[in-house]
């Protein structure tokens, strides 16, 4: 039993080849957890770098709280299960399960109670003395579950164990795979290009693309909330049905208009609480792409409804697939065009193929995903609220009825008479006597919850504790320094970032007499000590080029320090004020850097002191963190 932690894992293989970028999981004890993704999308390397079959390029792996980033595979505690179940033929079921045991030397009692045992939870008693090639697929692939299940490992990962058989059995060895880990009580990896074994088996789904991932969720919450594009269309048969239409809010409502091909105009209207968690941006005459899953069409008597007209009809028993055109004008059916509309629905009105039928959405499950980063443009927890603001004669932002102090400088550079909007995060948003609005929704996600509040025709969003309460008032201050302003469109006044980067140089220097190397992150000349450990991950990695390439590194800005001596003098720029937050922009070596300041802040420079091991370290040009 063990839990597991990948953090920031990358795999370069010699060829140059990127396979898996940034993976980050912290996996619990007794998870099931599922790798999905099509072909060549890595996870397979990214389940061998577990097993120690492939080496980690850079990233740290844990099992329990073991760093075995250089922990040989046998040493590791895991075992594998792989597709083509690798049993030796000339041995019987029973040798091959007892034979990972004999070669540890364990005593021959001890393994022949283990390899029962096994052969019991599997049901392969009666078939111990057989050779594997006298038994099928399915029987084969319980003896390579044997083998690693008689080993008692901390971890099983299981690579497609289940693609070499027919479907059928396919579908019993699920229920037979789920069952296993639920009796062993062991925590599962489980890798599949099968998105229906991945719903069916996993507590949690890792989807993977490109050697990226997409989203690492729960089976329902990938289904019902996906994170964009590609997971809404991967996760789900018959696929999303996908749209480019135009959202534009009219009041309560908001009008989602398809593209059509002709004049014609097809369109139906959403309530705008559906959509309250969108950016204002994607709200007014705004493009979009519009995602609906075919079961949450209905094919209805009402004339209101979207019209389309029936292509086919695949009739499954107790529900019809049917192939539908938007729009009353007859088409061509041409496969995957933009106005096809996938339906699938168990009503008993008949219908086929010619029909003009009135379709109806599911207002409550809509997705909308951008058009060009392919993300849902609604998330649990959003982003921002937008609100029109403006600056009066005294250099006040107003907002949410309410006015803001801003830094004089800040409030000459936006000027007056402009289309203002301000983008406040909720964490800008905490508990406090400045504002009070009304709590008109308490949602919980995961160990946070987000309170909507009302504010005129829109909302603005808080995390809260547990114990504010709907219909409510919440008091709360706005955190200046999150929030970002607009002119026309255009950010004026940036959220303060939570880290810093700077960009530097990596050096090493030979100790002879201490015969040590010690490594340093060089910034405008000024060396940082890098931690041993990092310096020679960086140099394993990268090779003698880490001397000659500029790297980016990040510090947290809590973790920059001011200090009375040592350090790097750093003139003073200019102080920021953002009210409740004052920073002091600093020349750091020829690169600004901005540290937090107390509100009586007057000095002309500053040392500060950055510790090597508060810094991460990124290869820009190939988008990878060392470390
Ligand atoms: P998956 O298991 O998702 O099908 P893999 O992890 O096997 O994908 O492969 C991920 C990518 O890495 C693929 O593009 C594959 O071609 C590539 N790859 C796998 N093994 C090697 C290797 N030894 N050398 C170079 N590229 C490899």
Do not use: W
Not at 204 to 220: A, E, F, N, S
Not at 387 to 402: E, M, P, T, Y
Not at 454 to 474: H, I, M, N, P, Q
Not at 579 to 590: K, T
């Amino acid at each position: 039993m063990a839990s597991l932690k990948l953090s920031h894992i990358y795999k370069v293989y010699d060829n140059g080849h990127k396979a898996v970028n940034d993976f980050s999981i912290d996996i619990k004890d007794k998870e099931f957890i599922v790798f999905v993704g099509p072909s060549g999308c890595g996870k397979s390397t990214t389940l061998r770098m577990i097993a120690g079959l492939e080496e980690i390029t850079t990233g740290d792996l844990f099992i329990g709280d073991t760093l075995v980033n250089d922990v040989e595979p046998k040493d590791r505690d895991i075992a594998m299960v792989f597709q083509n179940y690798a049993l030796y033929p000339h041995m019987t079921v029973y040798e091959n399960m007892a034979f990972g045991l004999r070669n540890r030397k364990v005593p021959e009692n001890v393994i022949r109670e283990k390899v029962m045992e096994a052969a019991r939870i599997l049901d392969i008693e009666d078939y111990l003395e057989r050779k594997p090639k006298a038994m099928s697929g399915g029987q084969r692939q319980r003896v390579a579950l044997g083998r690693a299940i008689v080993r008692d490992p901390k971890v099983f990962l299981l690579d497609e164990p289940l693609s070499n058989l027919d479907a059928k059995l396919r579908a019993t060895m699920r229920t037979e795979i789920t069952k296993l880990h639920k009796k062993l009580g062991t925590t599962f990896i489980y890798v599949t290009h099968d998105q229906v074994e991945a719903m069916t088996m996993g507590t949690r789904i890792v989807v993977m693309k490109l050697g990226y991932v997409q989203q690492i969720d729960t089976p329902m919450n990938l289904y019902n909330k996906p994170g964009n594009k590609f997971v809404a269309g991967f996760i789900g048969t018959p696929q999303m049905n996908f749209f480019d239409v135009t959202l534009d809010r009219r009041g309560d409502d908001v009008n989602v208009k398809f593209a059509m091909p002709n004049d014609e105009q097809i369109a139906f209207d959403l309530p705008y609480v559906s959509l309250s968690k969108a950016h204002d941006r994607y709200l007014h005459d705004a493009k979009v792409c519009f995602g609906i899953r075919p079961e949450h069409i209905s094919i209805v008597e009402h004339e209101t409804g979207i019209k389309a007209r029936v292509n086919v009809v695949e009739r499954l028993g107790n529900e019809s697939i049917a192939y539908c055109e938007l729009g009353e004008v007859e088409k061509e059916y041409v496969v995957g065009s933009k106005t096809q509309i996938v339906v699938k629905t168990n009503t008993d009105l008949t219908f086929a193929s010619g029909d003009l039928v009135n379709l109806e959405i599911n207002p409550s499950k809509v997705h909308f995903f951008d058009l060009e980063t392919e993300l849902s443009i609604i998330s649990d927890i959003p982003e921002y609220a937008t609100f029109d603001a403006s600056i009066d004669a005294k250099g006040q932002l107003n907002f949410l009825a309410n006015k803001v102090a801003l830094a004089p400088e800040i409030a000459k550079a936006i000027g007056n008479n402009q289309k203002l909007s301000i983008e406040v995060p909720p964490s800008a948003i905490v508990s406090g006597s400045d504002y009070s609005l009304d709590v008109s929704k308490v949602e919980k996600f995961d160990d946070q919850y987000l309170a909507t509040l009302a504010v005129g025709d829109r909302f603005v969003f808080a995390l809260v504790d547990e114990t504010v309460t709907e219909g409510s008032k919440y008091s709360f201050n706005v955190l200046n320094d999150k929030i970002r302003v607009l002119v026309n469109g255009e950010s004026v006044l940036a959220p303060i970032a939570e880290c810093e980067s700077l960009k530097g140089m990596f050096t090493k220097e030979e100790n002879r007499k201490a015969r040590e190397i010690n490594f340093f992150y060089e910034i405008g000349g000024h060396k940082i000590p890098a931690p041993q450990d990092n310096g020679h991950k960086i140099f394993t990695v990268e090779g003698n080029s880490c001397y000659k390439t500029e790297y980016k590194y990040e510090v947290n800005r809590k973790k920059i320090q001011a200090v009375e001596d040592g350090g790097v003098a750093c003139p003073v720029k200019d102080v920021l004020n953002y009210l409740n937050a004052h920073y002091a922009r600093v020349d750091y070596l020829g690169q600004d850097l901005l540290i937090e300041v107390a509100e009586d802040f007057a000095a002309a420079s500053v040392n500060i002191e950055i510790d090597g091991n508060d810094v991460a370290v990124y290869n820009v040009e190939i988008d990878m963190r060392l470390c």
